[in-house]
């Protein structure tokens, strides 16, 4: 039985890999967190986007959305209702840096077996083409994770390995996650997309969340995840800390800790033959 998607949108992520907008935040509780995000930056010269696998855990307020309800219930839709937070990221554009992201399936290096994992990308501003918006190609998802090309000497690549799909993209079939501040989009671990440089007037600013289902466990050593919905019946994953006070210093040595896998230089791609490579998505 489904928890809040209409049986339409469910089949509608199913064959399109995707769902947006959905609602989730206030504007006041929007604003709050960026207001969060730059006392962050004052106090640690860094800023959360910097953060590159558990941004969410230096803040109580993004550790807390993490578990709204109004994220998780469509996300128990298509993940079941045993819920971990694997992994977020802080993404953040300012008006003008020339910062993108390729195009890649979050997929590629993620280390999971089975590769079941739903992306949420929360809008803390407004989220349009011209600011930059996330892109996917509808329907990829529904093929094996690609082949992704590494370059990581291309500084305006907001991904932490540069990675990119090179080959059969077919960008003239792009749709555009356009979120007013508050919404989030959903889509499928194997979706590709990316987004354009921020061509506005202020900056863009979104975070993004990865849920997996308990019983998913990780490839390339025991690694953190914390349940936020359900029973944890496998125990594949320690927890991660919950945050204290904002920028807790303990609980961001271990989020700043936690890149360390991700971006290690012998990670293989899914699409090297790890795990479940090359096998067609089910939905």
């Not at 290096?109 to 509808?138: H, K, M, Q």
């Not at 370059?151 to 990675?163: P, V």
């Not at 749709?175 to 959903?186: K, N, R, Y």
Request: glycine fraction near 10%.
């Amino acid at each position: 039985m489904l928890k809040s998607m209409t049986p339409a949108r469910r089949d509608f992520y199913d064959r399109e890999g995707y769902l947006c907008p959905l609602p989730c935040l206030s504007h006041d509780a929007a604003a709050q967190a960026r207001e969060s995000l730059t006392r962050f930056r004052a106090a640690t010269g860094m800023s959360a986007g910097d953060i590159v696998f558990k941004g969410h855990l230096a803040f109580p307020w993004s550790y807390e959305l993490a578990a709204d309800p109004a994220i998780l219930d469509p996300v128990e839709d298509i993940a079941g209702p045993d819920i971990l937070v694997f992994a977020s990221k802080f993404w953040i554009k300012e008006a003008g840096d020339g910062g993108f992201v390729t195009w890649h399936q979050d997929s590629a290096y993620f280390g999971i077996e089975p590769v079941e994992l739903v992306s949420v990308w929360v809008a803390l501003t407004d989220s349009t083409r011209a600011n930059g918006c996330v892109r996917a190609i509808p329907g990829t998802h529904r093929g094996p994770t690609l082949r992704h090309v590494e370059r990581r000497d291309d500084r305006k690549n907001l991904l932490a390995r540069g990675q990119r799909i090179e080959d059969g993209i077919d960008e003239a079939r792009a749709v555009d996650f356009e979120l007013s501040v508050g919404q989030f989009s959903m889509h499928d671990v194997r979706l590709v997309h990316g987004s354009l440089p921020n061509e506005g007037a202020g900056p863009r600013i979104g975070l993004a969340f990865f849920y997996i289902p308990t019983h998913v466990r990780s490839t390339i050593g025991r690694r953190t995840a914390h349940l936020v919905r359900g029973e944890d019946r496998y125990g594949h994953w320690d927890p991660d800390p919950a945050p204290r006070f904002e920028g807790d210093p303990l609980v961001l040595a271990h989020a700043m800790g936690a890149k360390k896998g991700y971006v290690a230089e012998t990670l293989q791609q899914e699409a090297d033959g790890q795990g479940t490579s090359g096998r067609p998505h089910p939905g």
